[in-house]
């Protein structure tokens, strides 16, 4: 049957894979190199089981009759024979792993339904700081399902942690159980964006692949229900978090500019990218942006409480305290008016007209909400 080369611990092949002088070493005479490679495989493949047969691919120092120097080797870094290996699921397996620990040997388990092997120890402890600590469980709690690639940030956390020593693992438990929250990293999604992740994944390609990509979205005005708009064919530009949500921009040829999609408004089932041929350039494409003037309170201007989330932006702050005048660029008069809309009643839109005509009826509608009744 043929390898599977995509099989976890072969994306270190090459990295573990050595000149042709070492190939060609005798393979008694390796055997120092040859079994430090084995730890070292061990230890960057975790969490990950090996088998016999993967290992010695990886490895090309075993030689003809590779089985027997494969199973000395294991006796070398365990101090046990194949057979005593624990199973993963041994009811003595933490006692077993002090032991290993204090006779300074690997901790290497077998799965014999598998015919695989794992190191369940690392073979070094790193200790961390109290503010290191912290910052582990802020990350931990942060990124929950939905947030930009919780899943894969999880995992590269739980690898961390199993290399801390004892000391550093208590250390992070003591702060998860601290009452007091005092970081907050506000990464929480504002949607459930669970049924969404594959087309996050699926843009993410895209974006880096060069590839088209056509899909069925429905507009935030819009019922779910409503029958949606077909976008075939437009041109990836940036995938961002913000504030909560996930927030895809592409270029549309037919209609030469930059549109702004929320993830979480395009229909899963419908995202297409899969032509292997037809391609852009990423990066050739510069959005423009939209230049606009607003004018801040002195409340905000005396604090100096303005947003540098523009591009080229200027602040000029007249005499007298009469606020302050900013000016710059953003991607388009919808993150204009979001932008200026979360400032309540400190701001003012000045320039462009459209901008300006646009806050009013926003600003309008919302004073009708509150309208006393009759």
């Known amino acids: 049957m043929e390898e599977d080369v995509n099989a976890p611990g072969t994306q270190d092949d090459a990295s573990l894979r050595t000149h042709g002088k070492l190939r060609e070493t005798d393979p008694s005479s390796g055997k120092p190199i040859r079994i430090m490679l084995l730890a070292v495989l061990l230890h960057l493949s975790w969490p990950h089981y090996l088998t016999k047969q993967e290992i010695i691919r990886l490895i090309p120092l075993y030689g003809e009759n590779p089985d027997k120097a494969f199973y000395r080797d294991l006796t070398t870094l365990t ?3 194949v057979k005593d290996l624990p199973a993963p699921d041994a009811e003595d397996l933490a006692t077993w792993c002090e032991q290993q620990q204090r006779l300074r040997r690997l901790a290497i388990v077998h799965d014999s339904q598998k015919g695989a092997f794992k190191l369940i120890q690392s073979m070094f402890s ?4 109290e503010d290191e600590a912290r910052a582990f469980v802020a990350l931990q709690e942060s990124f929950v399902p939905g947030t930009p690639y919780a899943s894969a940030v999880q995992m590269l956390l739980q690898r961390w942690e199993w290399l801390l020593s004892e000391q550093g693992k208590q250390l992070i438990t003591s702060k998860r159980k601290r009452k007091g929250r005092p970081v ?8 459930d964006y669970s049924q969404h992740v594959q087309v996050i994944l699926q843009l993410d390609a895209a974006l880096e692949n060069g590839a088209y990509v056509s899909f069925a979205y429905t507009p935030l005005s819009h019922s779910w229900d409503d029958p949606p708009e077909q976008h075939m064919h437009v041109e990836p530009y940036e995938l961002e978090y913000r504030e909560g949500h996930w927030y895809f921009t592409a270029y549309v040829q037919s209609m030469n500019r930059f549109l702004d999609y929320r993830v979480d408004r395009i229909h899963p089932a419908s995202l297409d990218s899969s032509s292997e041929h037809d391609r852009y350039y990423p990066g050739r494409r510069t959005r423009q942006g939209v230049k606009f003037r607003y004018w801040v309170a002195p409340e905000m201007a005396r604090h100096g409480t303005l947003s540098v989330r523009l591009w080229e932006q200027k602040v000029t702050l007249p005499e007298g305290g009469q606020g302050a005048y900013v000016e710059g660029y953003t991607r388009s008069i919808w993150w ?4 200026l809309l979360g400032y309540g009643d400190q701001v003012k839109a000045l320039e462009p007209a ?21």
């Open 79 to 81: 101090d046990c024979n």
């Open 184 to 191: 907050v990293l506000p990464l929480s999604p504002v949607s």
């Open 126 to 129: 790193l200790d961390i700081t």
């Open 336 to 339: 204009a008016t979001k932008l």
């Open 354 to 374: 459209e901008l300006v005509e646009r806050m009013r009826e926003k600003t309008q509608a919302a004073a009708r909400l509150y309208e006393m009744e009759e």
